[in-house]
């Protein structure tokens, strides 16, 4: 049996297996003809297994005739002929009555009697009856039948001669419009004709007289048609109805196809569906701790014929999907028998133990709890409950205690008191109406896109919160993950809901009540406007029911820890990207409203999603599945299979003329290939071209608004530098260094020697730049962002040089040094200089550099390698003041000190902060050295060197999975 969930009973073709036949048979198969092979065998419920007689189509069973006629065919003939009396004899009022009511008839005996009677007699086990050649089962299908074959032959006859009663031509249509009209009809039907008989060559008799429900023949399979639509046919089986109210140009004949397609799918939804699920399903237990294994990247299909994919979220896990909802019985996996047997072995143990010894029985706790860790994080019904609980689906799931719900009522509420209560002209409201739609259609595409966008090229929203939010140290940034991504289903499903408010108020605003529905074709716009939301409805249901909560919520853009892989179920086999039907409401609104802007509205909305599918979702699968994604839907797989099957037709027809033929299809199609390579060419140049350009703009984009930064600042210059010998003034870096290279940490001190003459300002001060922050070398035109010391500290308000500067009388010029540290050194990597100017204004009187800060960034990452790389930079970010710094950082000699005056009980590798900017130099020096960005009260509420230790792993390890 085929895997995937099955999409309708009538899409079954039996596949011959030996297995069902007994070991006699067998060996007897083993001598037939080759003509012989093709013999089908069935087995009843009772285990009988018999050899199937061959079977005819109803059309060639009936009518036919070379082929003898039971009572039944009689019957259905007489009805037939009685049909075609009655339409040529009766008015055309009671003409049309009769027959809509003999339709109606001949309907409810086929999805009400046909649905009734198929469950009764699936709902028995058969006795073990036993005849001559054939069991009961058998015979009793072949009573059935010929019961469905009057069923159906009636429901056709009659349906046909109830649009013929009310055919008419509209008078106000013109010449065009009633040939495409009659082209669009038949077209439809034609189209209807070959899915049903390409339907019954794949099914058989077998399965389109639901032969299952009385016997065996074989397993689920989906080919040929079955991968055009959902259920073809129930759904794009019945495209004739609607081509047939095309023709007779009626609306009674339309509203009748309608309510008796709906029977149709009412009789899918509440016979065929539980029949399949209790056929061929298997049923599964809503909790189960399985043992998770994540599988290579595969294409998993029940479709035999071609590996299944989608560029769109049919990336669905059945594995997760079958989880999240009610459990469908044909979907998904199970664990093997040796993993279950393992698992139920170990927990029997525990029980029979008790928890506290087996706890005690391992090595350390710490073991029991990362082995604890390590099981839960490899079920998936651990998985689930982590990540999601009861959330909130447009109002499904609403809790008005949640506080995000909440927040969705009010902006529900708000919308819709703006929506009835707004006190402005119509005009206003209208425009203020539609700029509301287009805003939240924009940022639900667009805005929400490229936060996924960021998201999947580099952990934008994880990176976020592990950068603003604390979270436990041995949490393995889990945490993190788990609040981002509660974050964003709880955004995006507030996005959802008011993009529909938003274009529902709209429509409120745009849409009038007409006062005559037989006028023009108000009552075809509103038909077709409902018809395009409940396939909107549809097309959305279906595909949450093969994404789960884990897809609809683009899951896989944040856990990595569910095995994902492209599996096809539901709508995703027939469809790449099925979220583009979901769409076809707010064209549904359009033709309701009649306004231009609800189809601007709904043009922009198809457009944007595009954008969105294009941009975000395609890369992000082609990044997690790459070439196991299909290049083709099952239902442009289908219609490039008949073109191809119809051209080799037309050319075997063609006789002398097919190479000219042939040579004439290949040059057209090689004039659109080398088309679409000369464009696609084009378009790749462009892009590589640009790609530089637009790093460069980028680059620059960073460096000017950097410098924009450091030029917030009001030049002074002083007007009496002619008294001044620049020549006397010099400054210069001290290295620290055996090689006298000027290399510094960062957070090392920077000590600078200068000289100015005895008669300096006393205003005189040294500041540190960015080389190539100023071009100019007599004028600084850049702020210092508070890197920068006084020459003297002691002589701000004093007139004579003062402490370790001071010179004899008579001495110049006068020497001294000075010392940057702490909040007056560059904090971030690069390449400096140092200004000495004149007179607390911005004349530079003398330049020295470039010198570089770096910092070292260890060779592998392990937690010894980042703690002892922590080791060096927290205490120098600490100003290296040994009542702050680890005790674990001290010297021998600092630490024997500290036990002799105060002992200290506190953990070797905490640390503590005199202020929140001491916090920020971790915070800077962590994201220079590990590329992982933290805010100053993460670093706050570690305040441990281990601690800070785990966090950088976990962090490293999430953002580079």
Known sequence: ?????????????????????????????????????????????????????????????????????SHLDILNLALLGLQLVLFFTLPHTARKIFFFLYFAFWRAAYDAGLGYVLTWQIGKMGKDYSFDELPLEYNTWLLFRQAVDVILINDFMSYCLFAFA?????????????????????????FNLWVKSEAHHVVKDYGWYWGDCFFQRGALVFDGVFELAPHPMYSVGYAWFYGTSLIVGSYPVLFVSLAAHAAQFAFLVLFENPHIERKYGQRKPLAERQPLHKKDLSVSSSVSASPASSLSRARSLSDVTELLSTPSVTEGETATETDLETETEFESNLRKQGMKKAVSGLSSPAATISM?????????????????????????????????????????????????????????????????????????????????????????????????????????????????????????????????????????????????????????????????????????TESYEVLGVFGWFYGDFFMEDFPSQVD?????????????????????????????LVWTLAVFRHVSYWWFLRNVENPHMQKLYGDTLRKEAGFVKVFKKVASKNA??????????????????????????????????????????????????????????????????????????????ANQYKVSVVSNRHDGLLRFHLGEQIRIKWQAPLHRSRRDWIGIYRVGANQSTLVTKTSSLGMWIPVHDDEWDGD???????????????????????????????????RYHHDGKYNVMSVDGPFEIYVEKPQTIDFASVRTSLMRVVPLCLDSDPSLVPLSCRTDNDASEQQEDQPDERDPDDFRFWSERQARRIAKAIRQIYEVEYTPEVVLADANLSALAHRILASREILES
């Open 568 to 596: 096809y179920t539901g709508i995703y086999r027939y469809l790449n990207n099925p979220e583009i039907a979901s769409g076809a409401a707010y064209f549904g609104l359009a033709l309701i409203s009649g306004s231009k």
């Open 1 to 69: 049996m085929s895997a995937a969930p099955p999409d309708g009973l009538r899409q079954r073709r039996a596949e011959q297996t030996a297995k069902d036949v007994s070991a006699d048979t067998a060996s007897d198969e083993q001598s037939r003809t080759k003509s012989q092979e093709e013999v089908v065998w069935g087995k009843t419920p009772s285990g009988q297994v018999f050899r199937v007689p061959t079977t005819h189509d109803v059309v060639t069973a009936l009518l036919h005739p070379a082929y003898p006629k």
């Open 648 to 725: 080799k037709l037309l050319e075997s027809r063609a006789g002398r003329h097919a190479p000219e033929i042939r040579r004439v299809a290949k040059e057209v199609k090689g004039t659109f290939d080398k088309v679409y390579e000369e464009t696609t060419e084009v378009l790749e140049e462009f892009l590589a071209k640009s790609r530089p350009r637009i790093s460069e703009v980028v680059q620059d984009t960073k460096i000017l608004l950097q410098q924009s930064r450091e030029r917030l600042v009001i030049t002074r210059v002083a007007n009496d530098l002619s008294s001044y010998d």
């Open 166 to 190: 009310c055919f008419r031509v509209p008078d106000d249509l013109s010449i065009a419009v009633h040939i495409l009209r009659w082209i669009g009809g038949l077209v439809l039907v034609g």
């Open 800 to 834: 004579v040089p003062i402490g370790s500067g001071r010179v004899e009388q008579g001495q110049d010029p006068e020497k001294g040094d000075g010392l940057f540290k702490g909040d007056t050194l560059p904090w971030q990597v690069g390449k400096y200089e140092i």
């Open 372 to 540: 604890k860790r390590s099981r839960e994080a490899m079920s998936h019904h651990d998985l689930l409950n982590r990540y999601f609980r009861k959330d909130t689906l447009f109002l499904h799931n609403f809790d008005i205690f949640r506080a995000t719900d909440f927040m969705l009522f009010l902006a529900v509420l708000y919308a819709m008191m703006f929506m009835f209560f707004a006190p402005v002209s119509s005009r206003t409201a209208l425009f203020m109406h539609f700029a509301h739609a287009v805003a939240w259609c924009i940022f639900h595409a667009f805005g929400l896109g490229f936060i996924l966008q960021a998201q999947s090229e580099r952990k934008f929203l994880v990176r976020h919160y592990l950068k603003h939010y604390h979270y436990p140290q041995r949490d393995g940034g889990k945490g993190a993950v788990q609040e981002a991504f509660a974050n964003w289903k709880a955004i995006y499903n507030l996005s959802m809901c008011m993009t529909y408010v938003s274009a529902c108020g709209l429509v409120w605003k745009t849409y009038s009540i007409p006062s005559d529905w037989t006028v023009g074709n108000e009552l075809l716009r509103h038909t077709m406007g409902v018809m395009l939301i409940a396939l909107h409805v549809w097309s959305t």
